[in-house]
């Protein structure tokens, strides 16, 4: 069997085959660009939690150093699929950046406790290979620590937390 081919297939399929490569290599070059941009230099998580008799029940927020990002319910160690996911703005990327600079997760304590274990709500942070933990009691008012002194490390971390749920749209 012979096949034929003409020039002007020829001509099509490299045409095509040029546009693909170009077009992909765009692509590559963007998700480069968009990573290299967001502020964020690990991921940051920050999950609320309430202890209780199947473990900690609550939901993880969480944000990619691509500024990508994730919110899940937590059941006991385990984590569902993700309930809603996106990406940060530019926008959000400079409000978190300007939120991070002013909580200063480094200098946070690892441990912030205001009541008893017992069935405790835990707010916890995590950034840079850093953990900091707000034990709260059951049931406690977060609005008489968001009302304490501005440097304070327990209302710096309730805000860093507000504003990611606020920024993810939950």
Do not use: H
């Amino acid at each position: 069997m012979l096949l034929f081919r003409s020039r002007r297939a020829d001509g099509c399929f490299a045409a095509a085959r040029a546009l693909a490569v170009s077009t992909l290599a765009g692509l590559m070059f963007l998700g480069a660009a968009l990573a290299q941009e967001c502020p964020l230099k690990s991921a940051l998580t920050v999950k609320d939690t309430q202890d209780g008799f199947a473990g900690q029940t609550g939901t993880v927020w969480t944000i990619a150093p691509d500024c990508s990002f994730t919110v899940a319910r937590q059941i006991g160690t385990k984590l569902t699929d993700p309930i809603k996911q996106g990406r940060l703005t530019r926008g959000q990327e400079a409000q978190l950046l300007e939120q991070l600079a002013r909580t200063a997760p480094a200098e946070m304590p690892s441990q912030l406790s205001y009541g008893p274990p017992i069935n405790a709500r835990r707010i916890t942070l995590s950034y840079a290979g850093k953990d900091s933990v707000l034990v709260l009691p059951a049931g406690d008012d977060l609005n008489v620590l968001k009302s304490t002194a501005a440097d304070s490390p327990a209302r710096r971390l309730l805000e860093l937390a507000d504003s990611v749920k606020s920024l993810t749209g939950t």
